[in-house]
């Protein structure tokens, strides 16, 4: 089956993604900066699921030169072409709008939650074209569209993903590529470690993986714009 690429791949969405796509027969192209453990990740899909091919490599994806390289050798090993790029790498901190007054805090929340996608997309994209198909997923966040006080360059960048992800909808519409916006409210990943919200109020990201995957294999007649997830409990 064609290669999934995976962003972010070694814990949390991007290992349930990880692990969902592999249990559907997809090959991986899968990063991140923890060389052990996206290995062992690697070496553990490979051991459940011989028929697929599992390729990783250690990348920062808020450079730019690591990301072309990464989706360099990503694209030049796929055997059967690229089905799906999944944009999941992103960075999460609090702030309010008024306390960044240098924009530190706002250039690294856009270089993970925009510029990685904006980035992997681009490179991708001559091969989703030349194919005239592919799927890509950009992970985007509940903040995207009830924008959070508390959570003000995150919002802003997330905000600023799910425009980016319309806009690429509508221009690769008619190349067969189809874009789907992802938009969990808080899910049971690290990014909640020490937190002390009741684990029924927040969504298992596995659920969020099987969603992504649903999209994933509806014809390409059909493209799912935005998946809208949130804690049943209020
Ligand atoms: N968790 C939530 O509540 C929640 C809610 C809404 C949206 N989201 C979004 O969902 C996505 C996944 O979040 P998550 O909670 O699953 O995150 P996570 O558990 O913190 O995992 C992040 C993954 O990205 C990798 N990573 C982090 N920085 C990287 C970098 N500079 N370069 C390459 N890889 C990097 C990490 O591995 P290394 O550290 O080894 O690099 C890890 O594999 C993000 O886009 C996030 O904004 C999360």
Known sequence: ??????????????????????????????????????????TDLQAQYPNITVFWQRCDMSQPADIAQFMQAAIAQARH???????NVGAFELNRAANDPGAELLSRMLSLNLYAAYHSVAAVLPT????????????????????????????????????YTQLLRRDLASQHVR?????????????????????DKIIPPEEV??????????????????????????
């Open 1 to 42: 089956m064609k290669t999934c690429i995976i962003t972010g791949a070694s814990q949390g969405l991007g290992r349930c993604l990880a692990a969902r796509f592999a249990a559907g027969g997809a090959d991986l192209a899968l990063c991140a900066r923890n060389a052990n453990e996206l290995s062992q990740l690697a």
């Open 81 to 87: 072409g690229i089905g799906a790029l999944i944009n």
């Open 128 to 163: 989703l074209l030349a194919q005239q198909s592919g799927h890509i997923f950009n992970i985007e966040s509940i903040a995207a569209i009830d924008i959070l006080d508390d959570c003000a360059a995150y919002s802003i960048s997330k905000r600023a993903l799910h425009a």
């Open 179 to 199: 874009v789907t916006g992802v938009q969990p409210g808080a899910m049971l990943t690290r990014s909640w470690e020490g937190a002390t919200v009741p684990p």
């Open 209 to 234: 993986a099987e969603l992504v995957w649903q999209c994933y294999q509806l014809s390409d007649r059909t493209v799912v714009e935005n998946i809208v997830v949130r804690p049943a409990l209020p």
